[in-house]
């Protein structure tokens, strides 16, 4: 009888409608509702002597013993809500009873109604109303989720308390993949980002999922000086990723011209390739990088002969990928470098010539 009334309860107005081999159920479950929420069984009275002892906290539980009432053969444990009022949580037919599905780190406001089946079984009648009974889940533990929120909401103070609770929280990425300091990085939270530093985070791994670095992740977002004090710390600027590419391919890919300026100055490899065989000039060309970054690359000597995987260099990829601009400057450096290869042979001819005049 206790678990047909407790599943009954359970459906709400709109299942019973599109469900009729539940019918009678539903005739139960009215029975219930209609008498008990009326309160009008006139035997009704105070619960007295009433005794409640709430134990075993868990963080989304409780277990709660009661003194009996005479006469009841069933419980409903109900939980106060502020806009909707008294609601059915558990039925029981002795005590204890564990209460499960409770809001964490939460005060629960609780009663107890005693129940007894009317003569003619049409129904039951509420005998008694227990006193409210508060009962308090516990807190858990700062999860990586709960990290993750902080870190996005920018809530220094909150993260330093997390992190002296569960310090091993700067081992475990987040639902997004990325470990806490890699995600204060995405977040661009400086404060946070020296917190996680003090904490011990690693500088080497930023997504164990694909191999990016926090570097990498600097240079994306273009946090310059995040990415100083990550090389400062030993950050590896040749570090590659599960793609094959540096943190200054990922500079590419973002158009940021300061962190590849940056990224050069520091000694990157500018002929560094990724998985496609790729070269920074080849990625900044196919990713869509301003022509001012295909210039700086230009400009500090990158190779326009390369070739990809597939034989194709810059030329042939602006081509392909429709970068028209891109293509009319590779174009121009071409022919000024044909241009002033062969002034550089023909003056080197001419200087030939005049240390050794007895050629002629």
């Known amino acids: 009888m206790f678990q047909n009334i407790n599943n009954n309860h359970e459906q709400d107005t709109e299942t019973e409608k599109q469900q009729p081999e539940s019918q009678i159920q539903n005739q139960c479950d009215n029975k219930i509702d209609n008498q ?22 868990t963080v989304y ?44 780190n939460f005060a629960h406001r609780l009663r107890i109604k005693a129940l007894q089946q009317a003569k003619d079984g049409s129904c039951y009648l509420t005998l008694a109303i227990s006193p409210d009974v508060i009962a308090c889940t516990e ?11 902080a870190i996005r909401k920018g809530q220094q103070f909150l ?29 661009g939270e400086m404060c946070i980002f020296d917190v996680l530093l003090s904490a011990g985070c690693s500088v080497q791994l930023g997504n164990p999922g694909n191999g990016r670095t926090p570097l990498h992740i600097a240079f994306y977002y273009g946090h310059l000086p995040i990415s100083r004090i990550l090389l400062n710390k030993k950050a590896q600027l040749e570090a590659v ?9 990922c500079a590419a890919d973002a158009d940021q ?20 065989g790729w070269t920074l000039l080849m990625r900044a060309v196919v990713m ?37 601009q891109a293509l009319d400057y590779f174009d121009k450096v071409q022919k000024f470098r044909l241009e002033k290869a062969a002034a550089t042979a023909d003056a080197e001819a001419r200087e030939a010539q005049k240390q050794d005049p007895d050629t002629n």
């Open 257 to 276: 011209l300061e962190m590849m300026k940056f990224a050069l100055e520091s000694g990157a490899n500018l002929e560094a390739r990724d998985a496609c």
């Open 159 to 187: 993260v330093k308390r997390m992190l002296r609770r569960r310090p091993s929280l700067i081992e475990y990425p987040a639902p997004n993949g990325y470990l806490p300091l890699a995600n204060a990085i995405v977040q």
């Open 61 to 104: 539980g409780v277990s709660l013993e009661w003194s009996p009432y005479d006469n009841a053969c069933v419980y409903s444990i109900e939980r106060y809500h502020k806009r909707h009022g008294w609601q059915q949580l558990v039925w029981s037919s002795t005590s204890p009873v564990d209460i499960p599905n409770l809001e964490e």
């Open 288 to 324: 869509d990088a301003s022509l001012e970054l295909i210039k700086l690359l230009v400009t500090h000597g990158a190779d326009l002969a390369a070739v990809d995987g597939v034989g194709k260099n810059c030329r042939d990829l602006a081509k392909l990928y429709r970068r028209d």
């Open 241 to 249: 990723d599960s793609n094959g590419m540096t943190p200054a391919h």
């Open 139 to 149: 807190a858990a533990l700062p999860s990586t989720s709960c990290l993750n929120r």
């Open 36 to 57: 008990s929420e009326r309160d009008s069984n006139p035997n009704q009275t105070n619960w007295a002597n009433f005794e409640s002892q709430v134990f075993g906290q």
